[in-house]
């Protein structure tokens, strides 16, 4: 029979297989809740394994055994090319601990390590979370460990744009490829890796590139978002100047450039031609989300799907401060029901 008791603040269990007692922690603290979790889940659990002989079973295996099960039921995912990198590094750190060893303070120890902002330590913790998962599924832990884990919350910068002058004294250093890919970038706010991954016929009659993949690390794929798949206006130039540009041998518009990091150099050589200042690549998006805000040619909802945003909420969250500081012009005599409060006063005294 399983019984529980409580060492130090963790409450562990003990029970016998063949005559011999075995110790085991639950990683869990001492409160009534867990207790209640042990009691009438974890405890039954084990009884039952040593009932059935299932216990025999059950060998130890590593935390990179479940990282490989995790990898094969994430190959078919459509950001898996962006996002495998930050899974196996994830898998290398804990690589040869058994899974049962792990403790909740480990992980946390390991995601507060990272220098990155939390929004991208979720891809971490996220990985492994399912990792763990599955060994609770094997049967060989009893709690996922990485459960409930909370990350700070990151401090929201101010989006970083340049401004329309910026925008023309880089247009005039930029040459060769630079050149339609900036137009495109800065015209339509579309991400590195959709441009990189256009061709020719993307460019329609109708007035719209029709977005169908993108390009990163020589990979295809479908786009971060469903609503990554979209069509976005462009001007009549535009299409002029690609087609200045694209080599006819080529299938797609940039040829064999099929990362932004082939654009890194070029990039700041034209911030450094041109005098402004030092903003990645990336924000050429941001230029033209703000300024299409700024200038009150489309609303919030209507940028999201420019964007390719999954929601006008994703755009709200990245440029409300964008929205906070423009200039809004009521009047001074603007009653939102019809009546000035001036002349009610002033009847009200007579």
């Keep these: 029979m399983t019984s529980y008791y409580i ?14 007692r075995f110790l085991k922690s639950t990683k869990l603290k001492n409160t009534p809740q867990n207790i209640k979790l042990v009691t009438n889940h974890i ?15 059950k060998k130890l295996k590593t935390f990179e055994y479940y990282g490989r099960i995790f990898l094969e039921h994430k190959d078919d995912n459509k950001t898996y090319h962006l996002k495998v990198a930050y899974w196996k590094r994830a898998i290398e750190h804990f690589k040869g601990q058994d899974i049962d060893s792990i403790t909740r303070l480990d992980v946390k120890q390991y995601l507060n390590s990272l220098d990155m902002l939390s ?9 492994i979370k399912e990792i763990f998962e599955f060994a609770v599924d094997d049967g060989v832990i009893s709690f996922n460990p990485a459960v409930g884990i909370k990350l700070k919350q990151d401090v929201r910068k101010d989006v970083q744009h340049f401004t329309r002058d910026e925008v023309a004294k880089i247009m005039e250093v930029a040459t060769g490829v630079m ?18 991954g256009l061709q020719l016929g993307d460019f329609q ?14 990979m295809l794929g479908s786009g971060k978002t469903n609503n990554s798949i979209r069509n976005v206006p462009y001007p ?6 690609v087609k200045k540009f694209q080599d006819p041998k080529q299938l797609f518009i940039f040829g064999d450039i099929d990362d932004a990091l082939k ?4 990039w700041l050589n034209i911030l450094k031609d041109s005098g402004v200042r030092k903003f990645k690549m990336y924000c050429t998006r ?3 989300a703000t300024l299409m805000l700024k200038e009150n040619i489309v609303s919030i909802n209507e940028l999201a799907g420019l964007l390719g945003h999954s929601s006008p909420k994703i755009t709200l969250e990245h440029y409300a401060s964008i929205i906070n500081v423009k200039n809004i012009d009521l009047g001074n005599n603007f009653s939102l029901f019809s009546y000035n409060p001036a002349t009610v006063e002033k009847e009200n005294i007579n």
Excluded at 179 to 196: C, D, H, K, Q, W
Excluded at 211 to 216: E, L, Q
């Design 263 to 266: 654009l890194r150099y070029l």
């Design 236 to 241: 009549s130039f535009l299409l002029e100047e």
């Design 286 to 288: 941001h230029t033209f």
């Design 205 to 218: 009659d109708d007035g719209y590139i029709h977005i169908k993949r993108t390009r990163t690390k020589g």
């Design 179 to 196: 050149r339609p890919y900036l137009m495109i970038a800065f015209n339509t706010g579309m991400r590195v890796s959709e441009i990189l």
């Design 7 to 20: 060492r130090g603040k963790t409450i562990w269990l003990s029970y016998y297989v063949e005559g011999q």
């Design 43 to 57: 405890i039954p659990k084990i009884d039952m394994d040593i009932a059935t002989g299932e216990i025999y079973k």
């Design 119 to 127: 929004k991208s330590k979720g891809a971490y913790k996220s990985c």
